[in-house]
């Protein structure tokens, strides 16, 4: 069963760069990576997804290393309003894919 | 272009009472996904519905039913509720499968005493 690890929660401050990494040992060979974002009493929004080495667009970058058993969304010059949970999600291979979704990152950014 | 809408947003019910949660999409979408989101947590996936016609178990499919009436509309039904399925209820709907982007609904809040 694909299971990501990610740090439950981080601060930063407005107009720095934020790295959030997430680890999926597990990860099949055919499995994407996909970031969502959640503000509170909101559904979850698709920010980026990749499979492997690098992929930006207009929100974020992805870095996949070649391994491909973590990955690291890269937030650049965050505002208050990034202030979320990040989930950070592989699909299932062994159940079309389904996303596992884990308990995700807080960052909470500070003026 | 509504994307995907729930309702209700909020609802209250008794141990044992019955009620659907109604979820819509204007996307042309052929996937649809009921989660809920308890607090802290991700989210688990109750059901799913691969194309109009077909639904598939989830994660944590106990206690609930699903109709998918139209390629559009993806509804959830608690035949008896319980206090265990006090939660937030998000439905979501892809282009095709897990693999696509996912758009979310705002959620449905259920309290269940």
């Known amino acids: 069963l694909a299971k990501t690890t990610q740090p439950i929660s981080m601060d930063s401050y407005e107009g720095q760069e934020v790295n959030i990494t997430c680890s999926h040992n597990n990860i099949a060979t055919n499995d994407y990576i996909t970031w969502y974002q959640q503000f509170p009493s909101q559904g979850p929004r698709f920010i980026i997804q990749g499979y492997k080495t690098k992929v930006t667009n207009e929100v974020a970058s992805l870095f996949i290393p070649a391994d491909r058993k973590s990955s690291t969304l890269s937030l650049p010059r965050v505002s208050l309003s990034d202030t979320a949970v990040y989930y950070c999600l592989v699909g299932d291979s062994d159940s079309n894919y389904q996303l596992i979704w884990g308990a995700g990152t807080k960052l909470i950014i500070k003026p | 272009n509504a994307g995907v809408t729930q309702t209700p947003k909020f609802q209250v019910l008794k141990t044992g009472q019955s009620m659907t949660l109604q979820c819509a999409q204007d996307?042309?979408?052929?996937?649809m996904y009921w989660y809920r989101q308890d607090p802290g947590m991700g989210l688990r996936l109750i059901y799913y519905?691969?194309?109009?016609?077909?639904?598939d178990k989830g994660e944590v499919p106990n206690g609930y039913n699903v109709s998918r009436l139209n390629k559009r509309e993806f509804s959830l039904r608690l035949e008896s509720a319980a206090p265990s399925q006090t939660s937030v209820y998000f439905c979501?709907?892809?282009?095709?499968?897990?693999?696509?982007?996912?758009?979310f609904g705002p959620g449905t809040r259920l309290l269940v005493l």
């Open positions: 519905s691969a194309s109009e016609g077909t639904t």
């Open positions: 979501a709907s892809s282009y095709t499968g897990f693999r696509e982007t996912q758009y």
């Open positions: 996307m042309n979408h052929n996937s």
